[in-house]
Nanobody, 115 residues
Framework: QVQLVESGGGLVQPGGSLRLSCVGS????????MGWYRQAPGKQRELVAR???????NYADSVKGRFTISRDNAENTVYLQMNNLKPEDTAVYYC?????????WGQGTQVTVSS
């Protein structure tokens, strides 16, 4: 049974930082491309950042220079370091694992950026 469990969300003021974590089980973590997506109220889910099994990364334009995705295969964990947060970053953040045609999702963690 595949499980992706996110943590690290919360309420932060504009300009602040958060670090999201996602621990995977039931998959060969190192063989999966891992990603972070987000969904704001009334909007579609969008890709935030992705890291391939070869450690290639890509980011949404809106977060480039502020967010960093990384992975620790020994710990079956992918991270999203979020700096200089803005109110428009408010959303539920989801972790994903992708191996060829298979996609798996976590339950999401809420990030709220507000003063």
């Amino acid at each position: 049974q595949v499980q992706l469990v996110e943590s690290g969300g919360g309420l932060v003021q504009p300009g602040g930082s958060l670090r999201l974590s996602c621990v995977g089980s039931g998959i060969i973590f190192s063989r999966n491309d891992m990603g972070w997506y987000r969904q704001a109220p009334g909007k579609q889910r969008e890709l935030v950042a992705r890291i391939t099994r070869g450690d290639t990364t890509n980011y949404a334009d809106s977060v480039k220079g502020r967010f960093t995705i990384s992975r620790d295969n020994a710990e079956n964990t992918v991270y999203l370091q979020m700096n200089n947060l803005k109110p428009e970053d408010t959303a539920v953040y989801y972790c994903s694992a992708n191996f060829f045609a298979a996609y798996y999702w976590g339950q999401g963690t809420q990030v709220t950026v507000s003063s």
